[in-house]
C-alpha cells in the first residue's frame, strides 16, 4: 500500500472515528534524486503522524521538499559525465546487508544522473528550466485534521512559531475557508508563507454526514524559500 494510499486511509478512519485513543501512529517516507558527489537533485523528507487529541483525533502531516538546482544540478551538469563503473558480479562472502546494497544504489544513482542529463540535453527543456538553475528551492508544508473540539476552530491547528510571529506573521481566525499570504525578501532571496483554514461547514455534505456529531478542523501552513546561489 502506497503512503498516499495509508494516508487515505487514515483520514477516512478520522471521520468514522475508527481510531482509539491509544492508536497513536506514525507513517514516515524519504526519498532523493542523488547527483553522486554533488549531492542531491531532490531531497523529500514526509511524516503522517495520527495521535489523540483532546476529546477527538488528530492526523497531522509534516513535509519538507528540497531541490538543490543552482547548488547540485548546475553543477552536475556542467561537469564531464564520469564513466560508468563496472557492476560486480556475485557476493562476496561475508559481506554485510549494507555494503551488499552500496553497488545497487550507485546503480540507481547513475540511472537517475543519465536521466537527467539525457533530460536536459533537450534545448526545449533547457530553456524551460533555465530560469529555475540560479535557485535552491525548499518547502515545508504542515497539515493537521482534527475532530476535537477546539474553542477556536482550525485556527488551533496552525502551527505556532516564535521566529513567524516575530515577522508580523499573525494569522486570523476565520469561520469558513479561509487563506493568507505573506511574502518578502531574504537575505538569500525570498521566502513566502501561506496559511488555509478549513471547518466541518466547509466540507461536502456527503462527508458531513459521514462525520456525524463530530466536530472537524483543518490548517495548513506552507512556507517557500527561494535563494538565489
Same mark, same amino acid.
Given at each position: 500500500?502506497?503512503?498516499?494510499?495509508?494516508?487515505?486511509?487514515?483520514?477516512?478512519?478520522?471521520?468514522?472515528?475508527?481510531?482509539?485513543?491509544?492508536?497513536?501512529?506514525?507513517?514516515?517516507?524519504?526519498?532523493?534524486?542523488?547527483?553522486?558527489?554533488?549531492?542531491?537533485?531532490?531531497?523529500?523528507?514526509?511524516?503522517?503522524?495520527?495521535?489523540?487529541?483532546?476529546?477527538?483525533?488528530?492526523?497531522?502531516?509534516?513535509?519538507?521538499?528540497?531541490?538543490?538546482?543552482?547548488?547540485?544540478?548546475?553543477?552536475?551538469?556542467?561537469?564531464?559525465?564520469?564513466?560508468?563503473? +563496472?557492476? *560486480?558480479?556475485?557476493?562476496?562472502?561475508?559481506? #554485510?546487508? $549494507?555494503? &551488499?546494497? %552500496?553497488?545497487?544504489?550507485?546503480? !540507481?544513482?547513475?540511472?537517475?544522473?543519465?536521466?537527467?542529463?539525457?533530460?536536459?540535453?533537450?534545448?526545449?527543456?533547457?530553456?524551460?528550466?533555465?530560469?529555475?538553475?540560479?535557485?535552491?528551492?525548499?518547502?515545508?508544508?504542515?497539515?493537521?485534521?482534527?475532530?476535537?473540539?477546539?474553542?477556536?476552530?482550525?485556527?488551533?491547528?496552525?502551527?505556532?512559531?516564535?521566529?513567524?510571529?516575530?515577522?508580523?506573521?499573525? +494569522?486570523? *481566525?476565520?469561520?469558513?475557508?479561509?487563506?493568507? #499570504?505573506? $511574502?518578502? &525578501?531574504? %537575505?538569500?532571496?525570498?521566502?513566502? !508563507?501561506?496559511?488555509?483554514?478549513?471547518?466541518?461547514?466547509?466540507?461536502?455534505?456527503?462527508?458531513?454526514?459521514?462525520?456525524?456529531?463530530?466536530?472537524?478542523?483543518?490548517?495548513?501552513?506552507?512556507?517557500?524559500?527561494?535563494?538565489?546561489?
Amino acid at each position: 500500500m502506497s503512503l498516499i494510499d495509508r494516508l487515505r486511509t487514515r483520514i477516512d478512519a478520522l471521520a468514522a472515528g475508527a481510531l482509539g485513543a491509544s492508536g497513536d501512529d506514525r507513517l514516515s517516507f524519504k526519498a532523493e534524486i542523488p547527483a553522486g558527489v554533488f549531492g542531491s537533485i531532490l531531497k523529500l523528507d514526509v511524516t503522517v503522524d495520527t495521535e489523540a487529541h483532546g476529546d477527538g483525533e488528530r492526523v497531522r502531516l509534516r513535509a519538507h521538499v528540497q531541490t538543490n538546482f543552482a547548488s547540485v544540478l548546475r553543477p552536475m551538469l556542467a561537469a564531464p559525465p564520469p564513466p560508468p563503473k +563496472p557492476r *560486480r558480479r556475485g557476493k562476496q562472502k561475508g559481506a #554485510s546487508a $549494507s555494503r &551488499a546494497l %552500496a553497488p545497487a544504489a550507485s546503480f !540507481v544513482g547513475q540511472l537517475a544522473r543519465r536521466g537527467v542529463r539525457r533530460a536536459f540535453a533537450n534545448p526545449i527543456v533547457q530553456r524551460l528550466a533555465e530560469p529555475l538553475m540560479k535557485h535552491d528551492i525548499n518547502s515545508w508544508i504542515e497539515i493537521s485534521a482534527s475532530t476535537a473540539s477546539l474553542d477556536r476552530g482550525a485556527h488551533d491547528l496552525i502551527p505556532k512559531s516564535d521566529k513567524l510571529e516575530s515577522m508580523g506573521i499573525r +494569522p486570523a *481566525r476565520h469561520d469558513g475557508p479561509h487563506v493568507e #499570504s505573506w $511574502s518578502g &525578501a531574504t %537575505a538569500q532571496g525570498s521566502a513566502q !508563507v501561506s496559511t488555509l483554514q478549513i471547518d466541518k461547514k466547509s466540507l461536502p455534505k456527503n462527508l458531513q454526514k459521514r462525520l456525524g456529531d463530530q466536530p472537524f478542523n483543518l490548517a495548513a501552513m506552507i512556507i517557500n524559500t527561494i535563494e538565489e546561489k
